[in-house]
Protein backbone atom coordinates (compact mmCIF):
# COMPACT_ATOMS: atom_id res chain seq x y z
CA UNK A 1 0.00 0.00 0.00
CA UNK A 2 1.98 3.53 -0.92
CA UNK A 3 1.39 5.83 1.84
CA UNK A 4 2.33 10.07 0.43
CA UNK A 5 3.56 12.49 2.82
CA UNK A 6 4.11 16.40 1.67
CA UNK A 7 6.17 19.01 3.06
CA UNK A 8 7.00 22.07 2.80
CA UNK A 9 4.02 24.50 3.61
CA UNK A 10 3.79 27.52 5.35
CA UNK A 11 3.30 31.25 5.11
CA UNK A 12 5.08 33.33 2.41
CA UNK A 13 4.00 36.60 1.10
CA UNK A 14 2.72 37.21 -2.09
CA UNK A 15 5.17 37.09 -4.78
CA UNK A 16 6.79 34.74 -3.02
CA UNK A 17 7.74 31.13 -3.50
CA UNK A 18 7.65 27.33 -2.05
CA UNK A 19 8.43 24.29 -2.65
CA UNK A 20 6.31 21.35 -1.44
CA UNK A 21 7.38 17.89 -1.59
CA UNK A 22 5.93 14.79 -2.31
CA UNK A 23 7.11 11.76 -0.57
CA UNK A 24 6.35 7.93 -0.26
CA UNK A 25 6.95 6.19 3.11
CA UNK A 26 5.89 3.06 2.12
CA UNK A 27 6.49 1.42 -1.79
CA UNK A 28 7.06 4.09 -4.47
CA UNK A 29 5.97 7.05 -6.68
CA UNK A 30 7.94 6.49 -9.44
CA UNK A 31 5.26 3.74 -11.21
CA UNK A 32 2.44 6.26 -11.39
CA UNK A 33 1.09 9.45 -12.19
CA UNK A 34 1.03 12.06 -9.08
CA UNK A 35 -1.11 14.88 -8.78
CA UNK A 36 -1.20 18.15 -6.75
CA UNK A 37 -4.65 19.34 -5.80
CA UNK A 38 -5.81 22.35 -2.94
CA UNK A 39 -8.61 22.96 -0.94
CA UNK A 40 -8.97 26.18 0.23
CA UNK A 41 -11.60 27.51 2.98
CA UNK A 42 -14.57 26.81 1.71
CA UNK A 43 -14.08 25.64 -1.28
CA UNK A 44 -13.87 22.14 -2.92
CA UNK A 45 -10.69 20.15 -3.76
CA UNK A 46 -9.22 21.36 -7.26
CA UNK A 47 -6.62 19.67 -9.35
CA UNK A 48 -3.42 21.95 -9.45
CA UNK A 49 -0.85 20.25 -11.62
CA UNK A 50 -0.04 15.85 -12.61
CA UNK A 51 2.70 14.29 -14.13
CA UNK A 52 2.39 10.61 -15.89
CA UNK A 53 5.23 8.42 -14.73
CA UNK A 54 8.10 8.87 -17.24
CA UNK A 55 7.47 12.64 -16.84
CA UNK A 56 6.62 13.50 -20.02
CA UNK A 57 3.51 14.77 -19.87
CA UNK A 58 2.14 17.45 -17.82
CA UNK A 59 -0.90 19.43 -16.70
CA UNK A 60 -1.83 22.63 -15.13
CA UNK A 61 -4.81 24.44 -14.19
CA UNK A 62 -5.12 27.50 -15.73
CA UNK A 63 -5.31 29.43 -12.07
CA UNK A 64 -1.20 28.19 -12.00
CA UNK A 65 0.07 28.18 -15.44
CA UNK A 66 3.31 29.78 -15.62
CA UNK A 67 3.34 30.29 -12.00
CA UNK A 68 3.67 26.75 -10.53
CA UNK A 69 6.07 23.37 -12.09
CA UNK A 70 5.38 19.99 -11.24
CA UNK A 71 8.55 17.79 -11.56
CA UNK A 72 10.00 14.21 -10.11
CA UNK A 73 12.84 12.89 -8.51
CA UNK A 74 13.00 8.94 -9.18
CA UNK A 75 16.24 8.83 -6.96
CA UNK A 76 14.71 9.93 -4.30
CA UNK A 77 11.00 8.57 -4.91
CA UNK A 78 10.02 12.45 -4.84
CA UNK A 79 7.40 14.35 -6.67
CA UNK A 80 8.08 18.47 -6.18
CA UNK A 81 5.58 21.37 -6.90
CA UNK A 82 7.25 24.91 -6.96
CA UNK A 83 5.27 27.37 -6.96
CA UNK A 84 6.21 31.30 -7.92
CA UNK A 85 4.49 34.17 -7.79
CA UNK A 86 2.31 33.42 -5.26
CA UNK A 87 -0.81 35.13 -4.85
CA UNK A 88 -3.76 35.54 -1.94
CA UNK A 89 -5.99 32.78 -3.77
CA UNK A 90 -2.93 30.46 -3.53
CA UNK A 91 -3.84 29.62 0.09
CA UNK A 92 -5.46 26.08 0.46
CA UNK A 93 -4.25 22.93 1.75
CA UNK A 94 -2.28 21.35 -0.50
CA UNK A 95 -2.74 17.52 -1.13
CA UNK A 96 -0.90 14.84 -3.61
CA UNK A 97 -2.23 11.82 -4.64
CA UNK A 98 -1.55 9.10 -6.96
CA UNK A 99 -2.85 7.70 -9.69
CA UNK A 100 -2.50 3.79 -10.23
CA UNK A 101 -4.46 3.29 -13.44
CA UNK A 102 -3.41 5.94 -15.67
CA UNK A 103 -0.13 5.13 -17.70
CA UNK A 104 1.32 7.68 -20.34
CA UNK A 105 -0.91 10.67 -18.86
CA UNK A 106 -2.41 12.44 -16.09
CA UNK A 107 -6.03 14.22 -15.21
CA UNK A 108 -6.86 16.40 -12.73
CA UNK A 109 -9.69 14.63 -11.53
CA UNK A 110 -9.92 13.51 -7.77
CA UNK A 111 -12.11 10.60 -8.25
CA UNK A 112 -9.29 8.84 -10.50
CA UNK A 113 -6.69 8.97 -7.48
CA UNK A 114 -6.14 6.44 -5.85
CA UNK A 115 -3.87 7.03 -2.46
CA UNK A 116 -3.79 10.43 -0.87
CA UNK A 117 -1.13 12.55 1.88
CA UNK A 118 -2.50 14.17 4.43
CA UNK A 119 -1.60 17.69 2.94
CA UNK A 120 0.07 20.52 3.84
CA UNK A 121 -1.24 24.13 4.47
CA UNK A 122 -0.22 26.86 2.45
CA UNK A 123 -0.35 30.55 3.62
CA UNK A 124 -0.17 32.86 1.39
CA UNK A 125 -0.53 36.65 3.43
CA UNK A 126 1.27 39.74 4.12
Known amino acids: QLQLAESGGGLVQPGGSLRLSCAAS????????IGWFRQAPGKEREGVAC????????RYADSVKGRFTISRDYAKNTVYLQMNNLEPEDTAVYYC???????????????????WGKGTLVTVSS
Open 26 to 33: RGTLNRYA
Open 97 to 115: AADLRMFGDCVLFQNNMDY
Open 51 to 58: MEQSGGTT
